[in-house]
């Protein structure tokens, strides 16, 4: 069982910036997607390059951004938990109560974008709590378990098929209403629906293990303190770097056939440790690079804010009761929208942080956290 080495948890600035980078690169690659409206309509103006940004972002940022959320999730959970540990207080309760909140505030977004994975990640939050009475040895087995997608193995080894008609039915009935609905006829769809369309997603790309996997491993990677700039830790963060990136360049030239839909997964997941690698790695070796990512420190300080912001922003631009900007713009278009979007953010967030501590969501979201708390 796994018990506090009484270490101070210090902020952790390096996961500020990834937070930053995952929130940014989710706005961004919801513009590509015109925030999931994939319209059969010709779009008005598009550019020769728009299949290339596509595939590029794709590549980059396509659930690597979401998966580098889940993480820091996780790495947040072990510091409120190990810091209530070291006062003698359980945090399991209170951690259940603030998942609840997470729920809440999914519900709120889910109105405005049905992509929303608030909901999803409040459930998976919950799975933490159990998982971090166990000693590492139990963790990095779990971890291990998830990593290689269970779930698409078996379904290879045994023949199985998943049956995904029912979420190719309510994407149709959702997309033909960003398209043509009202707001209420949308939010209602949203909520209704959002949370099944989220979860069968998550089943149809590979990412119902692999994200709690990531929760977990990032618990486990803060449990082991290597995003503090301690001891060997920045040398293990270059192994990483290297051995990811070698195993995605090895991958990138094979073509994996019936392996893909256990494959692609775990190459996704590759990449994703490859960019969490690579900034960790740059944010203790280069002062310069420091100082550039401290922007995206600010931004990723405000990250539920920014979630929820770039849902009701982008769905204004994108969908028929807004902008309609869905089949006006391509792709290229539309991730400078994206862009535009972020430094929006960001300059929101510089405003709100020189008269405040916290994000206004992030704010109350702890307040809530602890009502009735001494």
Request: aromatic share 16%; charged share 15%.
């Amino acid at each position: 069982m796994y018990k506090t080495r009484f270490l101070p948890n210090t902020r952790i600035d390096v996961a500020d910036a990834l937070r930053g980078i995952a929130v940014a690169g989710i706005i961004l690659y919801h513009s590509v997607e015109h925030f999931d409206v994939f319209t059969k309509e010709t779009i008005l103006h598009t550019l020769p390059c728009d299949q290339t940004v596509a595939d590029v972002l794709a590549w980059l940022l396509s659930g690597k951004m979401y998966g580098i959320f889940a993480m820091l999730f996780g790495l947040s959970f072990f510091i409120m938990n190990d810091n209530q540990q070291q006062k003698g207080r359980s945090f399991s309760g209170r951690f259940a109560w603030r998942m609840c909140l997470l729920f809440m505030f999914g519900i709120i977004n889910v109105a405005f974008y049905d992509g929303d994975i608030l909901m999803l990640y409040a459930c998976y939050g919950l799975l933490l709590i159990p998982i971090s009475y166990l000693s590492s040895k139990w963790v990095w087995c779990i971890i291990v378990l998830l990593a290689i997608q269970p779930v698409e193995l078996f379904c290879l080894l045994s023949g199985t098929t998943i049956d995904h008609t029912r979420l190719f039915e309510i994407y149709n009935q959702t997309i033909a209403l960003h398209e043509h609905g009202t707001f209420w006829e949308n939010a209602v769809n949203n909520v209704r629906y959002g949370f099944e369309l989220n979860l069968r997603f998550n089943v149809f790309s590979g990412r119902l293990t692999q994200l709690l996997c990531l929760f977990i491993l990032g618990m486990q990677l803060c449990r082991h303190r290597l995003f503090y700039n301690e001891g060997n830790n920045l040398k293990i963060w270059h192994a990483i770097l290297c051995l990811s990136a070698a195993l995605v360049i090895g991958l990138s030239f094979v073509d994996f056939g019936a392996l893909d839909i256990w494959l692609k997964p775990i190459y996704n997941l590759f990449i994703l440790l490859m960019i969490v690698s690579s900034v960790v790695s740059a944010w203790y070796a280069f002062e310069g690079v420091r100082r550039v990512l401290s922007h995206l420190c600010t931004f990723g300080r405000m990250s539920l804010t920014n979630y929820l912001l770039q849902s009701v922003i982008g769905c204004f631009i994108f969908y028929g009761y807004g902008l309609g900007c869905y089949y006006k713009l391509g792709i290229t278009y539309a991730v400078l929208v994206g862009l535009s979007m972020v430094i929006v953010q960001y300059l929101f967030c510089r405003l709100w942080f020189s008269s405040h501590q916290r994000g206004p969501l992030e704010g109350l979201w702890r307040k809530l956290t602890w009502i009735s708390s001494k």
